[in-house]
């Protein structure tokens, strides 16, 4: 067992970054890295952690690592950076939403140095990100999963073993579909309700209240009925996630 849990994460993008500030509330984080270096330090003066100066220095200073990147390349490219600074009985735990054979192929390239790996892929957007209060869909050995249970729970409100390695990635791809198709047809029938000329606070009331309420509808679409796209999931992502469906 890890007698104590000294916490890293790698990429503070929209999810990433408040995802550390959790951890870092928890009192679990010891540093983080980023690629564009400014979002790193500016991190850094808002929290009582430090930057590490690479990937591998990161790797070196924590025994559990939290990636959260783009996309399958990237997710391949910054663990093998890490490689050199990791430690038997480290935990690398990946929240990026990537293709599970990705999962499983880094997991085996970790293992042959004793370091575990947990693909633990998230849902609940940015503001579940904010809260803590994600949707965590783990996929890997139950007692990897125990010994950083206390990461996880810090950025969710609920954390759920699939199965082995690959397994949360694919229940995430499962959630994609759903997430997809919702957001294509509150898309579809904003864009109709726009061409109605219907009143846009009571029709997202009325809709909200009845069968066709979705978390889709409640976070964005007043949002989108006003034009304003800043906040969330950049459908270049949603592509990435529909790809590997
Ligand atoms: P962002 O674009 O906001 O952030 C991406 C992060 O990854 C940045 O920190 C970026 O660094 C880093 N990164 C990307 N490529 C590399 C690389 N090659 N080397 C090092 N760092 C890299 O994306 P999100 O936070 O929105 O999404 C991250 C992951 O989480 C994706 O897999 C996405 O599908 C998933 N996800 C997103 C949700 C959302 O609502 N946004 C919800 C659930 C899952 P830099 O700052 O230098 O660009």
């Given at each position: ?10 990429g503070l993008g929209a999810m990433g970054g ?16 980023n ?33 959260c990147v783009s ?175």
């Amino acid at each position: 067992l890890m007698s104590e849990l000294k916490a890293g994460v790698l990429g503070l993008g929209a999810m990433g970054g408040p995802m550390a500030s959790n951890l870092a509330a928890a009192g679990l984080l010891v540093a983080v890295w980023n690629r564009t270096g400014e979002k790193a330090a500016a991190f850094a003066r808002e929290h009582d952690v430090d930057v590490a100066g690479s990937p591998q220095e990161l790797a070196a200073r924590c025994n559990v690592v939290l990636t959260c990147v783009s996309a399958d390349p990237d997710l391949e490219e910054v663990i093998g950076l890490m490689v050199p600074g990791l430690e038997p009985g480290d935990v690398v735990v990946d929240a990026s939403t990537v293709n599970p054979l990705t999962a499983q192929l880094l997991a085996r390239r970790l293992a042959e140095d004793g370091v575990a790996f947990v693909d633990a892929p998230v849902s609940g957007g940015v503001e579940g990100a904010i809260r803590g209060t994600l949707s965590v869909m783990a996929g890997g050995e139950s007692a990897d999963i125990e010994r950083i249970r206390p990461v996880l729970e810090a950025i969710s409100g609920m954390v759920t073993h699939m199965g082995p390695v690959g397994s949360g990635q694919a229940t995430k791809a499962v959630n994609q579909v759903i997430v997809a198709g919702i957001a294509e047809g509150v898309c579809e029938a904003l864009a109709l309700s726009e061409k109605l000329n219907l009143p846009s606070v009571r029709l997202l009331s009325v809709l909200g209240a009845g069968a066709a309420g979705s978390w889709f509808l409640e976070h964005r679409g007043a949002s989108m009925l006003e034009n304003r796209f800043d906040t969330g999931f950049k459908p270049a992502l949603l592509l990435k996630d529909l790809k590997i469906v």
